[in-house]
C-alpha cells in the first residue's frame, strides 16, 4: 500500500483502523479526515492543515450567529424589564429592590471576571433566592409579584450572557476573531427589538419607555461587553471557564479531522495547523508538536497536552528557567529543547525525548528518567540529585563538562560537584564511564528494595582520573597520605575501572562534609612529586607505607591490573556498611571483599575461581544440594528443588560466560551451605551476599535471557525460604 499521501487534498478522506504506520502526510490537505483508531506510529504530519470542511465551517459560524442574536435579544429584553420594574409606578419599594437587584448584576460580573463563572452562578443563584424572600416577606401582593418577576428577569439576562459568551467563543474557535466582531454587531442588532419590546410594556401604563431604554442599553452593553470578555478568555485556554471551553471546543470541532483513539507514538506534526482536531484517548508518546499552530482549539482533554504549561513547552520548546516540578512529562517529545536552568524537581520525564537538549543547570533532582533517550544532550552544571535512571536510559554521546550531584543547601553549601577539582572538567567520555557504575547501583538497589535516597544522601565519593599512564606505586602512596592527612573524610577505595594506559580512574568513599576539590587537587600534587622520585627513593617510601598500612600493597596491585587489563571495571553496592564488589556486563568480575580494600582483587587473580573447571565446581554445587532435605509436597518444591532449578538455568545460559558461570555456581552453593545450617549467623551473611551477587550477574544479561527469566521467579522465593528478606 502506498504510504506517501504529502501534498495530497485528503479532505473528508477515511483511514480509519487502517495500518498507516509511517506514513507521509507533510503538507497535505486532511480536513474532516477520519484517522480514527488508526496506526500512526511514526507517521509525518508536518506542515499539514487538519480542521473541517467549508460546509462545515460555514453550517457552524450560521448557527452562531443565530445563538448569538437570540442571546443578545433576551438579555436586552431582560434588562428593559429591569428598567421596568425600577421605574414601576415611582415607588419606593420597586425602586429600592431595581438598585438591589443592578447591584447583584453588577457583583455577578465581577466575581465571573475574577473566580470565573460557576463561582459566579453559584453565588447569584444563592443571591436571587435570598433577597427574592426578604422582598416577598416585606412587602404586599403585588410588590411581591413584581419582586419574583424582577429575578426572573435577571435570570433570563444571565441565561442569555452565558449563552452569547457561548455563540462567540464557538465562532472565535471556528473562524476566528474577525467573524466575532460580525458576532457582535449582529448581537448588537438583535438587542434593538428587545429593547423596545421591553419600552412598549412601560408605554402600555402610560409612562414614557426613554428611561426604560437608558437603562436596558445600558445593561445590555455591560452584559455583552461581559461575553466578550468571557470568550476571550475562554480561547486562551483560561482554566476559570472549563464549561464554556469544553462546549465551545466539542461545537467547534464538529467535523474537524479526527485522531480519536489513534496510535501516533513518533509520528510529528511539526508547523501543522490542528484547528478542530480531535486527539482524545489517542496515543501521543513522543510526538512532536514543535511549531504547530491552533492545537488550542483542539479537542485535547485526557492528553498531557490540556496542561497548558506542557503544551507551551512541547510547541515551543523553549524551557530556559522555567518550572516543571513535579509535572508530569511522560512521554514528551523534546528534542532539541532549550531547557537551561529548568527545574524538573519531582517530575516524571519517562520515556520522554531529550536528544540533544540543553539541560545546563537543570534541576534534575529527584527527576524519573527512565527510559529516557538523552543521546547528545547538554548536562553541564545539571543538578542530578536522586534522579532515576537505570540500565535503559539513553546516555550516549552526552555532553558535560562538570555535574553535580547534589542540589546545595545551607547546611551542606558544596553541591558535590563531579569532577571534584573545580579547576578540571570532563574529558571525553568521563561522564558515561562516571555514570554507568551509579545506574547499575541503583538497579542493584531496586532489586533489593532498598532506600535510594538513603543513599544518596549518605554515600559520597571522591572520583580520581589518571589519563596516559599511571605509576601503580606513586598513586597508591599518594593516596595513603591523603588518608593520612585528611583522616576526618574517612576515605576507602571502592572502585576501579581501567583502560589500560589510555584512563584509569580510582573511586573512593568520602565521609562528613570534607572538600572534595582540595582532596582531588591535593592528591593529585603528591602524586606527582612522589612520581618524580627517584626509583630506588619510591620504593624505600613505598615499603615504608606498606609495613604501617598493607591495603597500599593491596591497592598497588589493584592499579597494576588496571593497567594490564582492557577493560578492568569494579561495582561496588554498600549496604549497612558492606561493600559487595560485582561485575557489569562485557566487563572484568572482581570479587571478594574482606575489609577496606585488602582481599578485592581482579579475576585472574582469585585463586578460588579462576582455574577451577566447570565440571569440577558444578559437581560440588551439585553435592551441596543434594544434602538438603527433599520438599515432602511435590507440587511445593523446597529449597533443595529451587537451587538444582536455579543451578541448572546457570549452566544452560548461552549469554554467560564460563568464568562468570562459576562465580554464579559459588554464590549458588553458599545458599546451599546456609540452608544446611540456617542458625550460623556467618552462613547467613554470606548468603546474603551471595544473592546480592547473582543479582547483579543477572542484570547485566538481557531481560529475554532464560537466566533472567528464571530468576525473576526463583530469587525471591529462595530469599524467603533462606529467611534472607
Known amino acids: 500500500m502506498d504510504q506517501d499521501f504529502s501534498h495530497q487534498n485528503l479532505c473528508g478522506r477515511s483511514f480509519q483502523g487502517q495500518n498507516l ?44 450567529l443565530t445563538l448569538a442574536a437570540f442571546a443578545a435579544f433576551i438579555l436586552a429584553y431582560a434588562g428593559g424589564l429591569v428598567g421596568v420594574v425600577l421605574f414601576w409606578q415611582q415607588k419606593y419599594e420597586f425602586l429600592l429592590a431595581g438598585i438591589i437587584f443592578l447591584i447583584v448584576l453588577a457583583v455577578f460580573a ?5 473566580q470565573g463563572l460557576g463561582s459566579a452562578l453559584g453565588g447569584f443563584i444563592v443571591t436571587i433566592v435570598a433577597i427574592t424572600a426578604l422582598v416577598v416577606a416585606a412587602a404586599g401582593r403585588d410588590p411581591a409579584v413584581a419582586a419574583i418577576l424582577q429575578s426572573l428577569s435577571i435570570s433570563v439576562a444571565i441565561a442569555g450572557t452565558v449563552l452569547e459568551a457561548l455563540a462567540l467563543s464557538t465562532v472565535w474557535a471556528t473562524i476566528g476573531l474577525p467573524a466575532v466582531f460580525v458576532s457582535i454587531t449582529v448581537a448588537l442588532v438583535a438587542a434593538v427589538p428587545g429593547l423596545l419590546v421591553a419600552a412598549e410594556l412601560e408605554k402600555s401604563k402610560g409612562n414614557s419607555g426613554l428611561l426604560v ?12 461587553s461581559l461575553s466578550l470578555y468571557i470568550a476571550w478568555r475562554v480561547s486562551l485556554g483560561d482554566p476559570k471557564y472549563p464549561l464554556l471551553r469544553g462546549l465551545s471546543t466539542f461545537f467547534s470541532s464538529m467535523g474537524g479531522t479526527s485522531f480519536h483513539g489513534a496510535n501516533l507514538s513518533e509520528s510529528t506534526f511539526n508547523r501543522a495547523t490542528l484547528k478542530s ?8 508518546k513522543r510526538t512532536s508538536w514543535f511549531q504547530v499552530s491552533k492545537l488550542e482549539q483542539a479537542r485535547i482533554q485526557g492528553t498531557y497536552l490540556v496542561n497548558s504549561q506542557v503544551r507551551h513547552l512541547v510547541t515551543t520548546r523553549d524551557g530556559r528557567e522555567k518550572n516543571y516540578d513535579r509535572l508530569d512529562l511522560r512521554g514528551l517529545n523534546l528534542k532539541d529543547a532549550d531547557l537551561q536552568d529548568a527545574s524538573f524537581i519531582g517530575a516524571d520525564l519517562n520515556e520522554a525525548t531529550l536528544e540533544s537538549a540543553d539541560l545546563s543547570g537543570a534541576k534534575l533532582v529527584q527527576t524519573q528518567l527512565y527510559k529516557t533517550n538523552l543521546t547528545g544532550a547538554c548536562l553541564t552544571g545539571a543538578y542530578i540529585q536522586d534522579w532515576g535512571i537505570s540500565t535503559d536510559t539513553k546516555l550516549e554521546a552526552v555532553k558535560c563538562d562538570y555535574i553535580y550531584m547534589q542540589l546545595p543547601t545551607r547546611d551542606d553549601p558544596d553541591p558535590y560537584r563531579k569532577p571534584d577539582d573545580r579547576n578540571e572538567t570532563f574529558k571525553e567520555g568521563d561522564f558515561t564511564e562516571f555514570i554507568t557504575p551509579i545506574i547499575k547501583t541503583l538497579d542493584l538497589y531496586r532489586a533489593q528494595n532498598l ?3 538513603r543513599y544518596a544522601s549518605t554515600f559520597k565519593t571522591l572520583d580520581l582520573f589518571h589519563y596516559e599512564g599511571l605509576d601503580p606505586a606513586a598513586a597508591s602512596v599518594a593516596f595513603g597520605q591523603l588518608s593520612e592527612e585528611y583522616p576526618e573524610a574517612e576515605l576507602e577505595v571502592v572502585a576501579l575501572e581501567g583502560r589500560g594506559n589510555e584512563k584509569v580512574r580510582l573511586q573512593a568513599v568520602v565521609a562528613g562534609n570534607v572538600n572534595r576539590s582540595e582532596l582531588s587537587a591535593k592528591y593529585f600534587a603528591k602524586y606527582e612529586q612522589i612520581q618524580s622520585l627517584p626509583y630506588g627513593d619510591l620504593q624505600t617510601l613505598m615499603a615504608g607505607v606498606v609495613e604501617k598500612d598493607e591495603r597500599i600493597h593491596n591497592l598497588e596491585k589493584l592499579l597494576e591490573s588496571a593497567l ?10 554498600q549496604n549497612q556498611g558492606e561493600f559487595i564488589m560485582t561485575q557489569s556486563k562485557g566487563n572484568v568480575n572482581i570479587s571478594g571483599v574482606q575489609g577496606n580494600v585488602s582481599g578485592v582483587a ?3 587473580e582469585n585463586q578460588t575461581m579462576i582455574g577451577v573447571a566447570m565440571g569440577a565446581i558444578s559437581g560440588s554445587v551439585t553435592n551441596t544440594i543434594n544434602q538438603l532435605p527433599a520438599s515432602s509436597n511435590l507440587d511445593h518444591p523446597g529449597i533443595k528443588e529451587l537451587l538444582a532449578q536455579l543451578q541448572a538455568a546457570i549452566e544452560a545460559e548461552t549469554n554467560l560466560p564460563d568464568e562468570d558461570k562459576v562465580e554464579a555456581l559459588e554464590q549458588v552453593k553458599t545458599l546451599a551451605e546456609a540452608g544446611q545450617k540456617p542458625e550460623d549467623g556467618m552462613l547467613q551473611k554470606a548468603a546474603k551476599t551471595a544473592m546480592k551477587i547473582l543479582k547483579g550477574t543477572v542484570a547485566s544479561l538481557p531481560d529475554a535471557a532464560k537466566l533472567a527469566e528464571a530468576s525473576v521467579k526463583l530469587l525471591p522465593i529462595i530469599s524467603g525460604l533462606l529467611l534472607l528478606v
Open 21 to 64: 504506520a509511517g506514513a507521509d502526510f507533510s503538507q497535505a490537505n486532511i480536513r474532516s479526515a477520519n484517522f480514527a483508531n488508526a496506526i500512526l506510529a511514526g507517521a509525518n504530519f508536518s506542515q499539514a492543515t487538519a480542521g473541517q470542511r467549508y460546509t462545515w465551517v460555514i453550517g457552524l459560524t450560521f448557527g452562531s
Open 110 to 114: 465581577l466575581i465571573t471576571v475574577r
Open 213 to 224: 431604554l437608558s437603562v436596558g442599553g445600558a445593561i445590555t452593553l455591560m452584559l455583552l
Open 277 to 284: 482536531a480531535d486527539f482524545r484517548k489517542a496515543l501521543l
Open 451 to 453: 532506600d535510594l535516597r
Open 564 to 573: 594490564q587489563q582492557p577493560k578492568f571495571y569494579v561495582e561496588t553496592y
Open 602 to 604: 581482579a579475576a585472574g
